[in-house]
């Protein structure tokens, strides 16, 4: 990453983790950031996937696949989301700075 993870605002760095490694599943990019940032647990799990589906209902990401994986949603049966930057994900990126020093 560009950015440290303590630098940037969450939605900034999925962003910027979706521009440098392409396709990356909902529980890779909150593992990520949990990891990254310091935090644990189910809350901030959620908190991370409900800002993939902000990012995603603003067109920045897409959905590129879905599945059911109970070992890779804390046991439970959910549904799981593949996610890809956008090219108006890419424009608002460098609009806003966020692309800088990306190697997307």
Known sequence: ????GTA?????????????RG???????AGAVMRDYGLAGAY???TIRLLLTDLFSGGL????????DP??????EKI????RLTDFGRERMAQ??????VNA
């Open 23 to 29: 396709e990356l599943w909902d529980h890779e990019i």
């Open 8 to 20: 940037l605002h969450f939605k900034g760095y999925m962003l910027q983790m979706l521009a440098e």
């Open 96 to 101: 806003s700075g966020l692309m800088t020093g």
């Open 61 to 68: 990401i897409d959905e590129v696949e879905t599945t059911v």
């Open 44 to 46: 901030w799990h959620g």
């Open 80 to 83: 799981l989301f593949k996610f």
């Open 71 to 76: 070992d890779k949603s804390f046991g439970k």
């Open 1 to 4: 990453m560009t950015t440290t």
